[in-house]
T-cell receptor, first 113, second 113 residues
Framework: AQSVTQLDSQVPVFEEAPVELRCNYS??????LFWYVQYPNQGLQLLLK??????LVKGINGFEAEFNKSQTSFHLRKPSVHISDTAEYFC???????????FGKGTTLSVSS | KAGVTQTPRYLIKTRGQQVTLSCSPI?????VSWYQQTPGQGLQFLFE???????NKGNFPGRFSGRQFSNSRSEMNVSTLELGDSALYLC????????????FGNGTRLTVT
């Protein structure tokens, strides 16, 4: 069975600093990997996805993630964060069949000035 | 294109009652899935419907049920409500392939008293 572990529940950073949100997954089969962001009182929005091919995936709002099969990781990075990046971030792995996702517990990113 | 619409946004029910939540997917999307979000358990997959058929189901009791109509709109029903059912219920739609991203609504906040 698949599972997702987000290693940090909260990550506080200062504006314009780089950030990395860590995600490890467990699966016995090939998977699709996703990062979603949730702003207060809203649903989730897709940041980026890894399906196959290049292990470095670029997403919206300047975020990128690197798929590492040997370490079963899919860490999310941004070189310079803004106050507006404050939100909760979820890593997810697909479940076959269909489109169901297993989510990690989430990482709260707090950006301060 | 209009996004995923969930109604109502807020609901307050009493323990033992039942509730029906509604979800209108993005036009052209044939898959609708439901998730429960709570502070303790995070995001948990309830079920997915594709072309009016349940394609996948999470690990929830039979009190949680759903259906999908021919226009892809979906409803979720919870019977015999318990205090622990208080949560944000999120609906997501997609074209239905495993590698296709989910588009989430803003959720229905259910409070059981």
């Amino acid at each position: 069975a698949q599972s997702v572990t987000q290693l940090d529940s909260q990550v506080p950073v200062f504006e314009e600093a780089p950030v990395e949100l860590r995600c490890n997954y467990s699966s016995s089969v090939s998977v699709y990997l996703f990062w979603y962001v949730q702003y207060p009182n809203q649903g989730l929005q897709l940041l980026l996805k890894y399906l196959s091919g290049s292990t470095l995936v670029k997403g919206i709002n300047g975020f990128e993630a690197e798929f590492n099969k040997s370490q079963t990781s899919f860490h999310l990075r941004k070189p310079s964060v803004h106050i507006s990046d404050t939100a909760e971030y979820f890593c997810a792995v697909s479940v076959w069949p269909g489109t169901a996702l297993i989510f990690g517990k989430g990482t709260t990113l707090s950006v301060s000035s | 294109k209009a996004g995923v619409t969930q109604t109502p946004r807020y609901l307050i029910k009493t323990r033992g009652q039942q509730v029906t939540l509604s979800c209108s997917p993005i036009s052209g999307h044939r898959s609708v899935s439901w998730y429960q979000q709570t502070p303790g358990q995070g995001l948990q997959f309830l079920f997915e419907y594709f072309s009016e058929t349940q394609r996948n189901k999470g690990n929830f009791p039979g009190r949680f049920s759903g259906r999908q109509f021919s226009n892809s709109r979906s409803e979720m029903n919870v019977s015999t409500l318990e205090l622990g059912d208080s949560a944000l219920y999120l609906c997501a739609s997609s074209v239905g392939q495993a590698n296709s991203p989910l588009h989430f609504g803003n959720g229905t906040r259910l409070t059981v008293t």
